[in-house]
């Protein structure tokens, strides 16, 4: 359950982040901070669906599900989804999903070794050199 709570709340962290850039910038930094967000986002979502994802699977479907969302600009989406899946493909906003979901794998990955403590690491290293 830990997981799921941590998921919850980077994906608040998430949403405070984009509506404060949305709010204090504009142009192109604005536009492509939101799409790398939106991917941290979806990471977070993803989690919380299937907390025991490891962080680079996680990372790795929220990258997918943001490309296919892209990609599928391209034939039209349906125009009561586009409030919140976007309407024009743009190719740079491609990489910028890919810096999101890389985002979220460093933070994902850094929590985890901070919570990992000297004491549990110590322990776990003389358990495996004892054995």
């Known amino acids: 359950m830990n997981t799921r709570w941590r998921a919850l709340g980077g994906a ?3 949403v405070a982040a984009g509506l404060t850039v949305r ?3 504009d142009g192109d930094f604005a ?3 939101g ?3 939106y991917t941290v986002l979806v ?3 993803v989690v919380l ?3 025991r994802l490891r962080t ?3 990372a790795g479907i929220g990258l997918a599900f943001s ?3 892209e990609f599928w600009q391209i034939a039209g989406i349906p125009a009561f989804l586009q409030p919140v899946l976007g309407s024009t493909f743009n190719p740079p906003d491609l990489l910028w999903y890919f810096v999101g979901a890389g985002l979220y794998w460093c933070l994902a990955a850094c929590s985890g070794a901070c919570r990992s403590s000297p004491r549990r690491r110590q322990h776990s290293t003389s358990k495996s050199s004892s054995a």
């Open 43 to 45: 990471c977070c979502v």
């Open 12 to 14: 608040v962290v998430t």
């Open 35 to 37: 799409d790398a967000l």
């Open 67 to 69: 490309w296919a969302v």
């Open 23 to 25: 709010a204090s910038a």
């Open 49 to 51: 669906l299937a907390p």
């Open 56 to 58: 680079g699977v996680a």
């Open 31 to 33: 536009k492509y901070a």
